[in-house]
């Protein structure tokens, strides 16, 4: 009977907090926080009703290690000490040195759901950010919270700790029970999920050799890259070949447009020896001969369609594909071709490139991609990646990607940015990059 009551008491304790945290938050931003005096006096309260001796009150001199074992509920010193790992002064200290409870208040607040995801993805396996902002949360206005923050907590959706798609409420707090189902999660996460920025060759290695070009796909893998991107458009016969121009005029010795042309015709040109001698009669691939080398030097392939894709060559693109066994990403400004993909091949994982300003109406674009068995994901012009946009963009459950960079990383990488196609950024090079940014090299 008197587990039960003290069930009971702490029950309204729940309860108590909740209502309090509730009447000031209808507008999404929460106006005050219980502390753990007001909880302890709940408690006291809740006692008293139940006909047993109320407690004495608790002394305000508490370790560490008595909030962490009493407080069903967990405020931010508790965290500290979760979060440390160990029950002892020094984890508010280690936390603070750490910036883990950015816009939290005082020790003893009650700590959000948000608020703790925050915390524990950045010490579990968001590490690489360099610097988290201390500015406080506004659950009403995305554009108020800090990227590294709204990061974390997409990273938690796409980890299923919390639903996908949307922000959790201010007023669902976080027990020591739902702590310990996340901490469990995160002891075993996915790298996926860390913070690091994956690096796709910009039609190919082009800084060496010819753009498009096959040996440009064997430069990628021989310098360190794993995934190459390239442009296909399709000639007068219906043959799809690597080109980026509608027209031959720029990387070859021929003119004129290649949907104008036969296969025969624009393989006979020399699309190498614009770029030095040492690669003249260098012919245009087919995107059957550029699987053969992804496959090959085992390279994923990011395919960009140039032109608006028919049922046909859809169709005709994904039968070459199941030859090589390989699953492109796919990659265009025109969702139209991207949907003719998805049409075919529901499964297949698609990128709608952008190059204006992220409005709510580019995150309907994009989920209209979905199939309900694919990935999708918004491949954007650098130069239009603002905080506010990126915010929206994991705050609805968008995976970010950005072309063409050839600097700023860090800055994009803290944005959310999870993908860049680029001309010079070499994978080599990445792990100092990412020292540079943490201000350790």
Not at 8 to 31: F, T
Not at 357 to 371: A, F, N, P
């Amino acid at each position: 009977m008197q587990s039960i009551r003290r069930t009971a008491a702490l029950l309204a304790v729940g309860i108590a907090v909740l209502a309090g945290l509730g009447a000031g938050a209808s507008d999404g931003v929460p106006q005050s926080r219980q502390t753990t005096a007001e909880v302890q006096h709940a408690s006291q309260e809740a006692a008293e009703g139940s006909g047993e001796p109320a407690e004495a009150p608790v002394q305000t001199e508490r370790t560490l290690e008595e909030l962490t074992l009493e407080q069903p509920i967990i405020t931010r010193g508790v965290l500290a000490a979760l979060l440390y790992e160990g029950d002892d002064r020094d984890a508010w200290a280690w936390a603070q040195q750490h910036e883990l409870l950015a816009g939290i208040g005082t020790e003893t607040d009650i700590v959000t759901r948000e608020q703790a995801i925050y915390a524990m993805l950045r010490k579990c396996f968001v590490q690489s950010w360099r610097k988290l902002s201390s500015t406080p949360v506004r659950y009403a206005d995305h554009s108020a919270i800090s990227p590294a923050y709204t990061t974390a907590v997409y990273t938690a959706q796409q980890a299923g700790l919390i639903p996908a798609g949307g922000m959790l409420h201010p007023e669902e707090l976080l027990t020591r029970e739902a702590w310990s189902e996340w901490q469990e999660y995160a002891q075993t996460a996915h790298p996926e999920y860390s913070s690091s920025v994956g690096l796709i060759s910009h039609r190919g290695y082009h800084e060496r050799a010819p753009e498009n070009t096959l040996e440009a796909f064997r430069q990628s893998a021989w310098n360190g890259y794993t995934t190459v991107e390239c442009d296909v458009r399709f000639t007068r016969d219906g043959v799809p070949v690597l080109l980026h121009d509608p027209t031959v005029d720029r990387t070859s010795n021929g003119t004129g447009r290649v949907a104008d042309k036969t296969f025969e015709q624009v393989r006979r040109l020399d699309f190498g020896r614009w770029k030095g001698n040492q690669w003249q009669n260098t012919r245009i691939p087919t995107f059957a001969e550029f699987l053969s080398v992804c496959r090959r030097y085992h390279l994923t392939p990011y395919v960009e369609l140039k032109t608006e894709l028919t049922g046909a060559q859809a169709r005709n693109l994904l039968r070459i594909c199941r030859i090589y066994g390989i699953a492109p990403t796919w990659i265009s400004f025109q969702a139209q071709s991207l949907q003719q993909i998805a049409a075919v091949n529901p499964e297949a994982r698609l990128g709608l490139l952008w190059n204006q300003e992220i409005r709510e109406s580019t995150v309907q674009m994009v989920k209209g991609l979905q199939s309900g068995k694919n990935e999708v994901f918004l491949d954007a012009d650098w130069n239009k990646l603002s905080e506010q946009g990126c915010n929206l963009l994991l705050t609805r459950g968008i995976r970010i990607e950005a072309y063409t960079v050839d600097g700023r990383l860090d800055e994009l990488r803290r944005r959310g940015v999870r993908g860049v196609t680029t001309n010079r950024i070499m994978p080599r090079m990445l792990a100092i990059v990412t020292d540079k940014a943490e201000g350790t090299g």
